[in-house]
């Protein structure tokens, strides 16, 4: 009895010792060492028959959804679900483990963190640790050459859970994918207005889509004089950069990964930047990237995708954007002068029927200078009240962002503000 | 090289030979024997490293649901749901995998059936097994007293999958579950009120739901002779009789167990009874029965259970059956299964098992084993077998020849001319935006049949064409796929014509 109070000891110590070794992310090899000791302890305490222990928690980076939480993901899924539907995606389901070979070989340095299954004498498996691969199963083992799918499931990845910051063990992935051969960016179009119409459903407030191309990467990578064996590594190191300051991601690239200090300023110059389409342009004149073939694949390919962005109508968060600090949804403006009356009157109307507008301080500011003060602060269209329009009747309502006008009879005005404002829609107009 | 090319082919055959054997069901021990051949032969292969081995299947007792599948299963789930939240209950969710510890010594024999995680160092874990011991632990882990829930979600038993018949090693059950203390009998005929609702709800024809009582049950081996500790094998065994015949299930307790052959009788003799409340009184009379405490008790609250169902309006569906074990040990009081009675075999349908496609009871002693005070709080509840009712209603669709459709989607954005595809991209987009579910095809220039076709394909029933002349003009012109009718809508009242010909009530 005593021996195996000993022995309980030593268990507890080790397990302290392996957790502790963990958190410092020691090496690899001195875990696996401390991790076999422990197990062989453990075995020497023998099975646990028949002993009752009192276990009232769910694993480490698990937890149990009570009604309120399942009641908000519940919503949160309707929206998601909804989207992905009206897109157009079929849903697929696939089991929670795979066979431990179909996993093997995906995931790189993450694979340490898969959840395997005990060799119980049959197949070996693992838990799913996304659901791409399983779907690259899917379409391999059904033969498919096309689909347009969404799945929505658990997965599960042995990571160090933070709980706090909502990172766990186990945890929901939804995804939507298009399998097959296309015109090129058409599809890769619609996942970005996807992505906007889910975030905005969401009402999570303002929100960025930061886009890039793994030809330009590697065009820029190689231009800057990357050795090409060093690609993936200092890509991995240039990811960091949101979280990490350029001076620190400098530093590992070139005191731990062993990069020339002169190409990773060369790098430093390039990834700084970040824009709209004329960003796009701008590189695409760059005398050296311009003579690297990749880089112009992936240039020219993003310069069509925002194409098609800009004709979904959300060009405008496919760049640097500023975040809104007002609601304002419509300027009453004028196109000529001496009209500053009527915007007066015009504006005390959508106020009184609470529409959130508002007019410049100026008597009579140029049309100009009025839609520019829209694209400043975001708001979303213009009422011109314009001395033809008077006599008609008629306000012209702009969208800001697409530059479309319409008559609008004065009497619909608001039904029109509130039906092109409303929550709903990712985008105005 | 040739040696190694000729053990391929062999391997392949062998392969072909095992396929085969397994196809035409053949004998367990044959197969078993190929496989083996199948295994020495590629192991004289080597291992193969680097090889990119595509692998593609799925473990074995699992499966992917395609879409055709998930639309079946969304409309079970949609009728099971619904009557759950139709008698108030919440819902919740729990992992995937619990501690091993927690699963422990809950299952009985079925323990070994348990997927385990793989020691990796940490906390020993493994996949749950049902979904009624998480329950028990979140009570007891929460504290809760009385809590009404459903909770739909996959589990895990390492089985053998007979998956013709619906029956996997990963399969969702949707369990509904009342804790608490409360006046007896009320919330165990509600639970069999629930499973009549989704049964008939689900249109899967008659069915039956047998009823006994674990007490009747210890009460009656206690009476026939059982030494207690033969208990729960000899329970174990009794639950077989719904597959096995009674000689089988006799030999198994006399031979493989132990059990005199005269106490055996005496079991054969009260298990092959069943039938409704009079069968209740008439053991109440039963000399030996009627001595055992524990007997008497299980059959006063059988009889209060009818009267309840009867005021429900379900008792003729319920047959009090002795030969009813049900495997689990945690089970304390009334036990319930739910079968579907056969129906002569129609055409395209294969005839079905004999399995249960509900089942469950009262379970007062579980969330005890996880309160460190031991504090009990009573449960009864019950677990629907969705997989086998996928089965059904995914052949009964296939027999109607029903179009399932996989996608939701309203109307198709296509364009009768070439180099249309800006309008296209711009429109479906404003239809997105108004909350219309729509696609359009990912080509630049594709053909009018084309997107004519697709819709035929996927069941889209509108498409909005757009056309030079008709862009100068304003319209769209909006076509039935069914009728193939064209009508020229203006721009601005193309959403409502859409959301008019999409209502329930028409298309077109």
Redesign the interface.
């Known amino acids: 009895m005593a021996d195996r109070a000993t022995l309980e000891e030593a268990v507890r110590l080790q397990g302290e010792r ?1 957790r502790g070794l963990k958190q410092q992310k020691a090496g690899a090899e001195l ?1 696996e060492e401390e ?1 076999a000791k ?2 062989k302890l453990k075995a020497q305490l023998g099975p ?1 028959e ?1 002993k ?9 980076g ?6 309120r939480q ?1 009641a908000v ?1 519940e919503k949160v899924f309707d929206v998601i679900i909804s989207c992905f ?15 431990k ?2 996993l093997t ?1 995906k995931y790189g340095e993450d694979s340490k963190l898969i ?6 004498g ?2 070996l ?1 693992a ?1 799913r640790y996304d659901l791409t691969v399983p779907f690259a ?2 379409l ?3 033969k498919l050459t096309n689909i347009k ?1 969404y799945h929505i499931a ?1 997965v ?1 990845r ?1 990571d160090n859970p933070a709980m706090t910051r909502g990172r766990y063990r ?1 945890f929901y992935q939804c995804d939507f994918d ?1 399998a ?1 051969q ?2 090129p960016m ?2 890769d ?1 619609e996942c970005l ?1 996807i992505i906007c ?1 889910i975030l905005s459903a969401l009402q999570l407030g303002d929100f960025l889509i930061k886009v890039n191309d793994r030809r330009i990467l590697d065009g820029m990578f190689n231009v800057c004089g990357v050795p090409d064996s060093k690609f993936r590594t200092i890509c991995s190191s240039v990811d960091k950069l949101d979280k990490m300051s350029w001076e620190n991601v400098k530093n590992e690239m070139v005191e731990e990964k062993g990069l020339a200090s002169e190409v990773a300023d060369h790098i430093g110059a390039y990834v700084k930047q970040h824009g709209g389409v004329s960003l796009v342009e701008q590189l695409l004149q760059d005398p050296k990237l311009s003579q690297n073939k990749q880089a112009l694949e992936g240039l020219g390919d993003l310069k069509l995708l925002f194409e ?1 962005l800009t ?3 959300i060009a405008e968060k496919a760049s640097e954007e500023k975040v809104r600090t007002t609601e304002t949804q419509v300027l009453v403006a004028a196109a000529q002068k001496k009209l500053l009356e009527e915007r007066l009157k015009l504006v005390a109307e959508l106020w009184d029927r609470g529409i959130k507008a508002e007019l410049l301080y100026k008597k009579n500011p140029k049309l100009l200078t009025q839609l520019q003060y829209c694209e400043e602060t975001g708001i979303p269209l213009v009422a011109i009240i314009g001395e033809q329009e008077l006599k008609d009747g008629v306000i012209k309502l702009r969208c800001v962002a697409s530059r479309e006008e319409v008559d609008v009879r004065k009497e619909n005005l608001v039904e029109e503000i509130r039906k092109r404002t409303s929550q ?4 105005i107009c």
């Open positions: 392996v875990i991790v422990l197990l646990d028949g009752q222990k009192f276990v009232l928690k769910t694993p480490k698990t937890r149990d959804y009570n009604p399942m993901r539907k009206r897109h157009g995606a079929e849903v697929i389901d696939t089991p929670v483990f795979e066979l070979e179909t070989g959840y395997d299954l005990k060799d119980q049959g197949e498996l838990l199963r899917y391999a083992m059904n799918r658990k599960y042995r186990e298009i097959g296309f015109d058409i599809p179009a207005k119409e098609y004709l979904f109508g709903y829609p990712a985008t």
